[in-house]
């Protein structure tokens, strides 16, 4: 079975630094896609940014970007540039890319953004 | 609407009693989703909607939980005899419907359930 670890319950970060939250994965299947969800105090999960397996170069999004090893079932997101409003509960998800399209989320990672 | 809504934002509720959770999708989705997100469990799947296929109802826990989907849009996420371990907020997420695609999963923001 397809599972996920986010191996930090909790960071922090200064405004305008870096950050950087793991993920691993552990996965049999070749065809699949990596996500990851901001969920705020307001509970809406929003897309921060997605990858897919077959792609080999890193998913980019304004701040965001993603390391993505796919020997290593290693998906990272690094954040630059934080700001207050990146404080949220952020959750690293993988979907199989078969017929069956629920996600399987991890356990999530509270990032703080200090002023 | 702009998005995924879902009602009530929350519901207290007395042990053994049924409750009602609705979604109203995103228009155009042809897929919605439930997930439970709970303390002790995190993030989970509970069931899934396709158009007209036979949902995949592999994450329910219980048969206490049902849901469906009229008219291919609206659900409604069923809880017959709550119960203090159904406390959760309860997630509904739509999405375009392509099946074997890597589709975003828009979610609304879930409904709090708790149960005394």
């Known amino acids: 079975a397809q599972t996920v670890t986010q191996s930090q319950p909790e960071m922090s970060v200064q405004e305008a630094e870096t950050v950087t939250l793991s993920c691993t994965y552990d996965t049999s299947e070749s065809d699949y896609y990596l996500f990851w969800y901001k969920q705020p105090p307001s509970r809406q999960m929003i897309l921060v940014i997605r990858?897919?397996?077959?792609?080999?170069q890193n998913a980019t999004e304004n701040r965001f970007s993603v390391n993505f090893q796919k020997a290593a079932k290693s998906f990272s997101l690094k954040i630059s540039d934080s700001q207050l409003g990146d404080a949220a509960m952020y959750f690293c998800a993988y979907k199989y890319g078969g017929a069956t399209n629920k996600l399987i989320f991890g356990t999530g990672t509270l990032l703080a953004v200090q002023p | 609407g702009a998005g995924v809504s879902q009602s009530p934002s929350n519901k207290v509720t007395e042990k053994g009693k049924d409750v009602e959770l609705r979604c109203d999708p995103i228009?155009?989705?042809?897929?919605l989703y439930w997930y439970r997100q709970s303390l002790g469990q995190g993030l989970e799947f509970l069931i899934y909607f396709q158009g007209n296929s036979a949902p995949d109802k592999s994450g329910l826990p219980s048969d206490r939980f049902s849901a469906e989907r009229t008219g291919g849009s609206v659900s409604t996420l069923t809880i017959q005899r709550t119960q203090q371990e159904d406390s959760a907020v309860y997630l509904c997420?739509?999405?375009?419907?392509?099946?074997?695609?890597?589709?975003?999963?828009?979610f609304g923001p879930g409904t709090r359930l708790l149960v005394l």
């Open positions: 997420a739509s999405s375009l419907g392509t099946s074997g695609s890597g589709e975003t999963q828009y």
């Open positions: 228009s155009g989705h042809t897929a």
């Open positions: 990858q897919e397996a077959y792609k080999q």
